[in-house]
């Protein structure tokens, strides 16, 4: 084996959680393993695309009126099923379903929530862009009298856990669960999951800014202000200007090379097109965790509290620096 690194998915998982929860019986790693398992089953039809017939649209819209891929309905029921069948997940919530689904016979038992966008930038999938899958966890809070949708409407401050998989040049998750940001690598030789990125960071500062300036017209003046600035060569800064139009790669970069990620109001998506739930609070929660900053412009992600599933929020990620000059121009300080 020489220097060949097997510390796994599995064993990381159930060594932090050992370090957490000393009397942790293993209920969470091995929710955790589904959504491994999941993954792994959507990356090989992802990469087998155009060779298999997974390719085009399903010729149904979901919840939000958007045309759905085949690829999209594939991933959601793959994971509905592994998440489904480990026993203690009650509550599974998905960007492609209206309503929470209640997984277990008896609808108190499973002591888990599990959110997720199954396939995050689909309409990327035909033209071999990455995609990714985000997923949310939280714990139950049934006892407390809370109706299914009160139980999934928690803040992203009570995510257990979060993360996503990136099917990319390589196949990467990229997890936390409150103890810093773990990022792995899928070693298709082995099919498993093995630590590649322990600790991640975030750069203080970076050189990036991602943002769809299209719509920039359509911005609010402070976020016209900022793009100004990003392109004023002040403070010496050159930045450089990158747009994947997935979630997923575009803060994968933004992790590993910091900047700012923006997804501002628009004239289109007056409160942002992106869902607060299962994209920005995942999002949020590993950006904290790596040392950056995510906010609607006004507070935290973390500390807003979602009205709806399927809720849409303006999201601003990224380094310490950038969010900072971005807050400057709002004239808000960061409420953090
Ligand atoms: P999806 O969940 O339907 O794929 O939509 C979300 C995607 C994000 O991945 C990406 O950041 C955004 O939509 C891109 O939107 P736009 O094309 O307006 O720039
Ligand atoms: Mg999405």
Redesign the pocket.
Known sequence: MNDYNIETFERHIVDQQHKKHPDAQGDFSWLLSGIVLACKIIGEEVRRLGLSDSRGTAGSDNVHG?EQQKLDVFANQVLMECLGSRGNVGLLAS?EDEDPIVVLENPDQGEYIVVF?P?????NIDVNVSVGTIFSVFRRSRANGDSFDEEVLQCGHQQLAAGYVLYGSSTMMVYTIGQGVHGFTLDPTIGTFVLTHPNLEIPERGTIYSV?ESYADGFPPYCRRFLHWVKSGEDDMLYRSRYI????A?FHRTLFKGGIFL?PPTSFFPQG??RLVY?ANPIAFLAEQAGGVATNGDERILQLQPAALHERVPLFVGSSFEMNKLHAFIQRPLKV
């Open positions: 958007e960007e966008d396939l995050d930038g689909s309409s769809n139009g997935s979630l997923v575009d997804y097109k992106l994209e």
